[in-house]
């Protein structure tokens, strides 16, 4: 018998146990991952900040400190563009180096790791395979088996493809991204390592009705979007993102979902390492406030917890991504980021971590409007 059985052992994972470890260090505490560590997964690799802060808040800190920042971003959509430094530096981290290193700070806090492949959870026992558990959180990615044990369905999807690539001069020390014209999230990235590779891709959001497009189309798409990013690259993979939608709702009892498995993807720019480690902290605690009180329903101190960091962030990032469909709506993004260093930072806040719209950011989007523009309507909700 576990205490706390975490299936998953990525950034959502890791966090998780780092999470009940700092409320009840005497807690059994399982990571099952069916990788060994090191392990490449398909990302963008980019890392805000803030997920330090979180990480600092529970006693990891100095996970990045031999990798170089980067606080240049460039975003463009055709002709129009903006190019600022952000308020604080990102990192570009291959999450083979980060995980891995995340995992091993996990298990110096108490975790003890187990690679398995998972394949069914019985609801009854509470028996991940054959580990019986007092709580479990489903921190098992994209295509998780716990949300599919617990009959949750996915919601709007992405699909990407992402490669390493030399980092040219143009690029250097920058994370760019360049919009599509596809259905948004639709763009092109390059993010520079700082070891001279890039992180480069190309994704879109995925429509129920149009085809999904095929590998050789996410490379056209990436080459006109960002000339030249191909060059040289290798290590491409694809991937699914499932993207956040107007709300949240957690499941109920003492089975959790966090990150990925929880649907938690940014629908704006498809970040999801913030909202993985928030996330995963967040049920973490929940389950050890729980365990220690004897109480036999985690998902309420979940529900209020992520409700309270990220309950108003999710819905302005909804309505956001569903405004910039409208090419008028991101171009005048754009051209108020470029105009104004205040709205710029407001968009980075409210595209890699738990920032809003603003008033700052609504003057500027307001008097970067063209006479034409039209606002598409919001849709009604269900």
Known sequence: MWDLVIVGAGPAGAAAALGALAVDPGLSVLLVDRHDFPRDKTCGDG???????????????????????????????????????????????????????????????????????????????????????????????????????????????????????????????????????????????????????????????????????????????????????????????GHHLPLTGWSWRPTKGRVLLAGDAAGLINPMTGEGIYYAIATGLLAGRAAAESLRGNESDPSRRYDRSVRKLLGRHIRHTALTAYLTNSPHVLTRGIRAAAADQGVFDDLVELGLAEGTVTPRLLRGLLAARGTAEQLPRRPARS
């Open 47 to 237: 890392i805000a900040p803030h997920v330090f802060d979180l990480l600092a808040a529970v006693g990891v800190t100095g996970l990045v400190d031999d990798w170089t920042p980067v606080r240049r971003f460039v975003l463009t959509n055709g002709v129009v563009g903006v190019k600022r430094d952000m308020a604080r530096p990102n990192w570009v981290v291959p999450r083979a180096v980060f995980d891995h290193r995340l995992v091993a700070a996990a298990q110096a806090a108490g975790a003890e790791f187990v690679r398995r492949r998972v394949r069914r959870l019985d609801l009854g026992a509470l028996r991940v395979e054959d580990l019986e558990a007092r709580c479990v959180i489903g921190a098992d990615g994209a295509h998780s088996v716990v949300r599919r044990e617990l009959g949750v369905p996915p919601g709007p999807v992405a699909l990407a493809i992402r490669g390493y690539a030399p980092t040219p001069p143009g690029r250097a020390a920058s994370q760019v991204i360049a919009y599509g014209a596809g259905r948004q999230p639709s763009y092109a990235w390059s993010f520079d390592r700082g070891d001279g590779l890039s992180n480069v891709g190309y994704g879109e959001r995925l429509a129920a009705d149009r085809p999904h497009p095929t590998r050789a189309e996410l490379f056209t798409q990436l080459e006109a979007l960002l000339p030249g990013a191909t060059a040289g690259g290798g290590e491409w993979q």
